[in-house]
């Protein structure tokens, strides 16, 4: 048993309070259940409640993740926490990460700077440990009307029986009971109640599942090193592996590695097991304003595992982050890709409730994210075998790509997740080191630098995205919109459906909300005078008119709520 306690975040219990259910008060009616309070249950009840869906949250725990969990938090995902209103607090406690190493025993073999773009509000990677992200999360969630928050409720049973009441048994240390909703999200992790109570399993994709262990572990050491992420191909202390060390926030590193085939899982545990090889770690990385006196904070194992549903959709139960997908942990997709399914799913929900869409609009969730997931299991798992080599086959593989190194560099893909590709759209190509040029239908919207008309005041694009509703984008030279389109702007803004229109301009005038004076947010998203772009409420590109006339302008909003999931 370790001694210390992590530094980074003081942990607090929640406490139960009895339910209507159980105390013989009125019980409330919520449309929507989330089980599970981690980041993907947590965003996915917030973005919820912000529609105005009666939503209730179910944790079994009282408390939130115990450990740094995640660390690399991805553009997209902070992106999120913008929309939802809590990106504030966790860019003021968050570090952009600054670079890349790549090391074969001793030698740095590469290194390469994680892309901080000018034209993006967010960097590409920022790290902060998993728990602070649940915080923000569960502050906003705790503060809101709409969603109420139930710890120490656990789910034991989903009744499908009527096809439009799923109804859950939660099981309290006061007694049990039942509720009926309109809907239920599964956001309870890989071991979560409503996947085994439906007999769902998870089906194997590509080769990235393996036996073999890892350890991870955190260590509290001072060092004037900036955040990076280094990855060590066979280290003197581990010539038959590999070992990743993160540096976090709070004076916090993060160190995993795999055990041999012939080494024992529970006495690798051990924390003097543990220590010896932080300690070869700490020498290794000859850092020489760190301090001696490090301390182990945290020690676990993991398998890393590739996984997913054969769908996220059951009826009115739907599954997000790892209840519906296990992503290997390196690369840092766990959370990022559950914050995006997250925000794919909680606006169709809430418009489908709101009666501004059909059902057929909650289909695409399945057909949007699920084949983006497999695209990110397949790349991630070239990474994932060489860092398990869970065959002889995979063995001889990776002694071939680590004889190659340093020579060859086009190996390092083959080795470091962090190269692997991650598919955020299966429309367009995958991402590059920076960020993709043009607004393409079906991809993330690219963010852009722009001025508030008639200031110096900047902005960013994404800033000006309605949350939790549609966003129209009027691209024109000096701010004047053409009469039939202020009136299709006016008919769209004045209907059920939330909608907002923007007209950013080269110069200020007429109805511009912004100016891009410099052309350089044009060129990014390939807009010209008359680009016009509708933007969904998880800030995805809906849908690209060039030039357009008031029917067509139309005929996109609607057809972006009734769309035909028949057709994906």
Request: overall charge neutral; charged content about 20%; proline content about 7%.
């Amino acid at each position: 048993m370790l001694e210390h306690k992590p530094g980074f975040f003081e942990w607090q219990k929640y406490p139960f309070q009895l339910p209507p259910e159980l105390s013989g008060a009125e019980p409330r009616r919520f449309q929507v259940a989330v089980v599970g309070a981690g980041p993907v249950g947590l965003a996915t009840a917030l973005a919820l409640a912000q529609q105005g869906i009666r939503t209730v949250c179910l944790e079994a725990r009282d408390q939130l993740s115990d450990s740094s969990r995640t660390l690399a938090v991805s553009r997209r995902s902070v992106q999120v926490l913008d929309r939802l209103g809590v990106a504030a607090p966790f860019c003021e406690r968050a570090v952009p990460r600054e670079r890349n190493y790549v090391y074969q025993g001793h030698q740095l073999i590469h290194s390469a700077p994680y892309e901080q773009s000018p034209t993006e509000k967010h960097p590409d990677i920022s790290v902060l440990q998993q728990p602070w992200v649940e915080k923000f999360l569960l502050d906003a969630v705790l503060a809101h009307p709409n969603v109420e928050l139930r710890w120490l409720s656990a789910v034991t049973g989903v009744d499908v029986n009527d096809p439009e009441r799923p109804r859950l048994t939660v099981e309290t240390a006061q007694g049990r009971y039942t509720l009926d909703v309109d809907y239920v999200v599964a956001a309870d992790g890989a071991r979560g109640a409503v996947r085994r109570e439906l007999g769902l399993p998870y089906r194997e994709i590509g080769d990235g599942v393996s036996s073999r262990n890892f350890v991870i572990c955190d260590f509290e050491m001072k060092s004037a090193l900036p955040v990076s992420r280094r990855l060590w191909i066979r280290p003197p202390h581990r010539p038959n592996s590999a070992v990743i060390l993160q540096r976090q926030p709070y004076d916090t590193w993060r160190l995993d590695y795999a055990l041999d085939d012939d080494e024992d899982r529970d006495q690798a545990l051990k924390p003097e097991s543990v220590a010896r090889v932080v300690q070869a770690q700490v020498d290794l990385l000859g850092d020489a304003t760190a301090v001696s006196d490090w301390r182990i904070v945290w020690i676990s194992s993991y398998r890393p595992m590739s996984r997913s549903l054969d769908s996220y959709r059951h009826g009115r139960i739907f599954f997000a982050g790892d209840a519906a997908h296990q992503t290997p942990i390196f690369g840092g997709r766990g959370m990022n890709q559950g914050l995006l399914d997250a925000s794919n799913l909680a606006w169709r929900l809430g418009f489908v409730l709101n009666g501004h869409a059909p059902q057929a609009l909650l289909d695409v969730y399945d057909h949007e994210r699920r084949p983006v997931i497999v695209r990110n299991l397949h790349a991630i798992g070239q990474a994932t075998l060489c860092m398990t080599a869970p065959s002889r086959g995979a063995a001889l593989m990776r002694k071939a790509v680590f004889d190659l190194l340093p020579g060859e560099r086009f190996v390092i893909a083959l080795i470091d997740a962090f190269n692997a590709n991650k598919a955020e759209s299966l429309l367009t190509p995958p991402p590059a080191q920076d960020p993709a040029i043009g607004a393409a239908v079906g991809s993330p919207l690219p963010d852009a630098p722009l001025l508030l008309a008639g200031t110096s005041e900047h902005r960013f694009l994404h800033d000006a995205l309605l949350r939790n509703g549609l966003t129209g984008i009027y691209f024109c030279i000096d701010g004047e919109v053409p009469e039939v389109l202020q009136a299709a702007f006016a008919e769209l803004a004045a209907g059920a459906a939330p909608f907002r229109p923007i007209v950013v301009a080269r110069r200020p005038g007429g109805h511009a909300w912004a100016c891009d004076p410099t052309g350089a947010g044009f060129a990014k998203l390939a807009a010209e005078a008359g680009t016009w772009l509708l933007v969904r409420p998880d800030g995805y590109v809906g849908a690209r008119l060039e030039h357009p006339h008031r029917d067509a302008v139309l005929r996109a909003f609607n057809g972006l709520l009734h769309f035909d999931a028949a057709t994906v």
